[in-house]
């Protein structure tokens, strides 16, 4: 059972919202973004069908408006999976589904257990695991499973020992040394002390269940671990108990990373995901934390959602991110500390989504970061010691060269955007040849030619008003300076755009080129028609020209 596509509306924190895109071959789903970006509210969709599915809650009106962002709109939970399973509720039409009653297991964020508290098996009402009657309906609500886990085991291994033909060597075989196993893979090597579980003893004269460790050369109760050694066994008890019971599931894990270090984080999900998942599940959690990114970044198998710096008060569209795009750690590290991460590499700043190409170069030792534009670019390397990459757009051959004098670390393209280079008559060269396609160069600089005149006309009149939103100089110690006049709305500016705009007039190619937006003119030359930006980046000529620009 694997999720392919999510569709929400006005759902907790988003007004539309979908998920799509997720391949069939997905495992492991991690959504990343800072608290409070909606990640959770995805769980809670998942809750909200499970609850259908298993028909334990009611579908009342107090219930619908839980979940409902806006009260006057109506609600939309749409699942679909890629088995062709789907499920469909809204407070507008009549429930679809067609799910199976083991499609979800979650586990709320809300499940430390501190200490162990019930002195007597078989205290609370008898609990039946199959239908999952002692999850938390919502994310909010605390996770007691714990207990009642290690309550079944501890049973389980009773039984076992009394009424079965066992043998002690398969009983711990088959409770025991699974859980070892895990501990040994997940800590050793990350504190150098070995966790291993000894024993689990049912609760005797009003004490509690005894659960003891061997941990270095002592042993010690599970009272006495340390957080995150209990988050790892809570996790592993749990799918030791249950996972048998979900199998073909999606499995929904809210803050798997809670007290833990960035290897910790690393290890668990990666023990989890290969060794603890049933096969045919796939496996959701959510989190800010360097060791589940990276992970998720080595896996295959893995896929990111970024939820991160998205406004959810108008409709998203969101796919698994790329999975060598570094803009992801900033989830767990930030900007600021980037460096700090990236020891011995170069990090490049870029205007928002070029990110993307720059990155499919592979650069040594350069890492390239998006910022939302061109001026959080310029600020960002003017106030610090980074590195950054801007569009040339309309700026003479004189500005370049006094912004370069006084930017040294801020580089400028050669043409008017990334696009240019996509779209260059060389690059467009080396990628038909490598298609064996028909394609004359000189036809296509002759086509480019006669698209520009008919289009220059209009371009040049937003020449100097978009000159007067550049950033260039903007700082107070430049007031009434020169070089701040010509991003102004001053005869500095005409000047300026006077130089851009006899670059547009003239028809020698290199002339013109540098200054014209290819990004959203000539778009109708069947040259660049059915030509996929993901391949026009992996040629020779573009890395060539990226790593001079930025030797």
Same mark, same amino acid.
């Given at each position: 059972?694997?999720?392919?596509?999510?569709?929400?509306?006005?759902?907790?924190?988003?007004?539309?919202?979908?998920?799509?895109?997720?391949?069939?071959?997905?495992?492991?789903?991690?959504?990343?973004?800072?608290?409070?970006?909606?990640?959770?509210?995805?769980?809670?969709?998942?809750?909200?069908?499970?609850?259908?599915?298993?028909?334990?809650?009611?579908?009342?009106?107090?219930?619908?408006?839980?979940?409902?962002?806006?009260?006057?709109?109506?609600?939309?939970?749409?699942?679909?999976?890629?088995?062709?399973?789907?499920?469909?509720?809204?407070?507008?039409?009549?429930?679809?589904?067609?799910?199976?009653?083991?499609?979800?297991?979650?586990?709320?964020?809300?499940?430390?257990?501190?200490?162990?508290?019930?002195?007597?098996?078989?205290?609370?009402?008898?609990?039946?695991?199959?239908?999952?009657?002692?999850?938390?309906?919502?994310?909010?609500?605390?996770?007691?499973?714990?207990?009642?886990?290690?309550?079944?085991?501890?049973?389980?291994?009773?039984?076992?020992?009394?009424?079965?033909?066992?043998?002690?060597?398969?009983?711990?075989?088959?409770?025991?040394?699974?859980?070892?196993?895990?501990?040994?893979?997940?800590?050793?090597?990350?504190?150098?002390?070995?966790?291993?579980?000894?024993?689990?003893?049912?609760?005797?004269?009003?004490?509690?269940?005894?659960? &003891? /460790?061997?941990?270095? $050369?002592?042993?010690?109760? #599970?009272?006495?671990?340390?957080?995150? @050694? !209990?988050? +790892? %066994?809570?996790?592993?008890?749990?799918?030791?108990?249950?996972?048998?019971?979900?199998?073909?599931?999606?499995?929904?894990?809210?803050?798997?990373?809670?007290?833990?270090?960035?290897?910790?984080?690393?290890?668990?999900?990666?023990?989890?995901?290969?060794?603890?998942?049933?096969?045919?599940?796939?496996?959701?959690?959510?989190?800010?934390?360097?060791?589940?990114?990276?992970?998720?970044?080595?896996?295959?198998?893995?896929?990111?959602?970024?939820?991160?710096?998205?406004?959810?008060?108008?409709?998203?569209?969101?796919?698994?991110?790329?999975?060598?795009?570094?803009?992801?750690?900033?989830?767990?590290?930030?900007?600021?500390?980037?460096?700090?991460?990236?020891?011995?590499?170069? &990090? /490049?700043?870029?205007? $928002?989504?070029?990110?993307? #190409?720059?990155?499919?170069?592979?650069? @040594? !030792?350069? +890492? %390239?970061?998006?910022?939302?534009?061109?001026?959080?670019?310029?600020?960002?390397?003017?106030?610090?010691?980074?590195?950054?990459?801007?569009?040339?757009?309309?700026?003479?051959?004189?500005?370049?060269?006094?912004?370069?004098?006084?930017?040294?670390?801020?580089?400028?393209?050669?043409?008017?955007?990334?696009?240019?280079?996509?779209?260059?008559?060389?690059?467009?060269?080396?990628?038909?040849?490598?298609?064996?396609?028909?394609?004359?160069?000189?036809?296509?600089?002759?086509?480019?030619?006669?698209?520009?005149?008919?289009?220059?006309?209009?371009?040049?009149?937003?020449?100097?008003?978009?000159?007067?939103?550049?950033?260039?100089?903007?700082?107070?110690?430049?007031?009434?300076?020169?070089?701040?006049?010509?991003?102004?709305?001053?005869?500095?500016?005409?000047?300026?755009?006077?130089?851009?705009?006899?670059?547009?007039?003239?028809?020698?190619?290199?002339?013109?080129?540098?200054?014209?937006?290819?990004?959203?003119?000539?778009?109708?030359?069947?040259?660049?028609?059915?030509?996929?930006?993901?391949?026009?980046?992996?040629?020779?000529?573009?890395?060539?020209?990226?790593?001079?620009?930025?030797?």
């Amino acid at each position: 059972m694997k999720i392919q596509k999510i569709h929400l509306v006005n759902f907790k924190r988003f007004t539309n919202i979908e998920i799509t895109n997720i391949p069939e071959t997905a495992q492991l789903v991690v959504l990343i973004g800072a608290n409070g970006s909606g990640k959770s509210s995805i769980f809670d969709a998942f809750n909200f069908v499970d609850g259908a599915i298993k028909k334990d809650i009611a579908l009342n009106d107090d219930f619908w408006d839980y979940f409902k962002k806006s009260k006057d709109m109506p609600l939309k939970v749409q699942l679909e999976f890629e088995n062709g399973l789907m499920s469909l509720l809204s407070d507008e039409k009549f429930p679809k589904m067609n799910l199976p009653a083991h499609t979800f297991y979650g586990r709320s964020s809300l499940r430390q257990v501190p200490r162990l508290t019930r002195t007597a098996m078989g205290k609370t009402k008898p609990l039946h695991f199959k239908k999952d009657v002692d999850r938390p309906k919502f994310s909010i609500e605390r996770d007691n499973r714990f207990e009642n886990d290690v309550e079944k085991i501890t049973e389980d291994i009773i039984k076992a020992f009394f009424l079965s033909e066992q043998s002690n060597q398969e009983i711990k075989q088959q409770y025991v040394v699974p859980i070892n196993d895990a501990l040994q893979r997940i800590f050793w090597g990350v504190n150098g002390t070995k966790l291993a579980l000894l024993a689990m003893l049912p609760p005797a004269d009003g004490k509690t269940i005894q659960i &003891i /460790f061997k941990k270095g $050369n002592s042993e010690i109760p #599970y009272n006495y671990l340390g957080a995150g @050694e !209990k988050e +790892v %066994f809570n996790l592993l008890i749990n799918l030791l108990n249950r996972s048998k019971l979900y199998q073909d599931t999606i499995y929904f894990l809210d803050e798997m990373d809670v007290h833990l270090n960035t290897q910790l984080q690393y290890n668990l999900l990666k023990e989890i995901v290969e060794n603890w998942l049933p096969p045919n599940c796939q496996l959701w959690t959510a989190s800010h934390s360097l060791g589940f990114i990276e992970y998720a970044q080595q896996s295959k198998h893995a896929v990111i959602i970024d939820f991160e710096d998205l406004d959810y008060d108008y409709p998203r569209i969101l796919s698994p991110a790329p999975k060598d795009n570094p803009d992801i750690y900033e989830i767990a590290v930030g900007k600021t500390f980037l460096p700090a991460l990236f020891q011995q590499m170069t &990090i /490049f700043f870029v205007e $928002n989504k070029d990110r993307d #190409y720059y990155a499919t170069i592979g650069i @040594e !030792k350069t +890492v %390239f970061v998006s910022d939302n534009n061109r001026n959080n670019v310029y600020h960002k390397v003017r106030a610090t010691h980074l590195y950054g990459i801007v569009d040339r757009d309309f700026l003479s051959d004189n500005d370049i060269e006094i912004i370069r004098k006084q930017y040294p670390q801020l580089y400028i393209l050669h043409y008017y955007s990334i696009e240019n280079y996509l779209y260059h008559p060389d690059n467009l060269l080396e990628y038909y040849e490598n298609k064996d396609f028909i394609y004359d160069k000189n036809i296509y600089i002759n086509d480019l030619t006669f698209a520009k005149n008919q289009a220059k006309d209009y371009i040049i009149l937003q020449i100097t008003l978009a000159r007067s939103s550049y950033p260039y100089f903007g700082e107070p110690n430049f007031n009434n300076h020169p070089s701040q006049k010509r991003f102004k709305n001053q005869q500095e500016n005409i000047e300026q755009s006077v130089s851009v705009q006899k670059n547009l007039n003239s028809d020698d190619f290199e002339s013109f080129y540098k200054s014209l937006p290819m990004k959203t003119y000539c778009t109708q030359l069947k040259q660049r028609q059915n030509v996929s930006k993901s391949d026009l980046v992996k040629t020779k000529w573009f890395k060539k020209q990226i790593e001079t620009l930025i030797k």
